[in-house]
């Protein structure tokens, strides 16, 4: 069966210091994968998408950036965290045969002070 | 681009009694709709999915009903139960195969009333 993690699941960074978010999936081959991100109380806002190695496309323009080093492998990072960074951030995939079904992991709060 | 739009945003419900979350959404073109269970901390559980060419779909307790022509589609959950207290989601998407993108609503908290 497909699993899917992610780390790590709470982080606390000072404004300005850098971030580092992994995303692996296991039990199937390209996938396409996502960051999202969820600001407190509110809906999921799409951030990133790679539908495979090397490829990943921008949702929204921000302080973040996503790269996908390997098939099953995601990680969302930031040179400089501002404030506003703050937030849920949830990894997801779907897999080529399952149509349009995306399922997320677990996320990781984020909290920038 | 897709806008989907969720009601109500909160919704308390008496334990045994069945609740509704209604969704719109604006591109025609849009032919998949997922519902999300969000428990605190956690991340969303597709719960129950509809596709375009059908009406309507059950499992269970739950249910979810999709009018083309209008562009809603609602989830009923009968019989609830104090499990069921969490924040659900709607989305949609086009089925563009390879650049799938879900749309989500802003969610729904729903809290059941022991």
């Known amino acids: 069966s497909q699993t899917i993690h992610q780390w790590p699941a709470t982080l606390v960074q000072p404004v300005g210091s850098p971030l580092s978010l992994e995303c692996t999936v296991e039990?199937?081959?390209?996938?396409?994968l996502y960051w999202y991100r969820q600001a407190a109380g509110r809906g999921l806002q799409l951030l990133f998408y790679?539908?495979?190695?090397?490829?990943i496309s921008s949702e929204v323009p921000q302080n973040l950036s996503a790269s996908r080093p390997q098939d099953r492998q995601f990680i969302l990072s930031s040179k400089k965290l501002l404030l506003s960074d703050s937030g849920f951030y949830l990894c997801a995939w779907r897999g080529r045969r399952d149509g349009n079904t995306i399922y997320f992991g677990e996320g990781s709060w984020l909290t920038v002070v | 681009g897709e806008n989907v739009e969720q009601h109500p945003s909160t919704l308390s419900v008496q334990e045994g009694d069945s609740a509704v979350i209604k969704c719109t959404y604006s591109?025609?073109?849009?032919?998949?709709f997922p519902w999300y269970k969000q428990e605190l901390g956690k991340g969303p559980q597709l719960i129950i999915d509809?596709?375009?060419?059908?009406g309507e779909k059950k499992d269970q307790r739950i249910a979810v009903t999709l009018n083309k022509t209008a562009k809603h589609f609602s989830l009923h959950i009968t019989e609830t139960q104090p499990e069921d207290s969490a924040v659900y989601f709607c989305?949609?998407?086009?089925?563009?195969?390879?650049?799938?993108?879900?749309?989500f609503g802003t969610g729904t908290r729903l809290t059941i009333i022991p």
């Open positions: 509809i596709r375009s060419n059908v």
């Open positions: 591109d025609s073109a849009s032919n998949y």
């Open positions: 790679s539908v495979g190695i090397g490829q």
């Open positions: 989305a949609a998407s086009t089925s563009n195969f390879g650049n799938e993108k879900l749309t």
């Open positions: 039990g199937t081959s390209n996938p396409n």
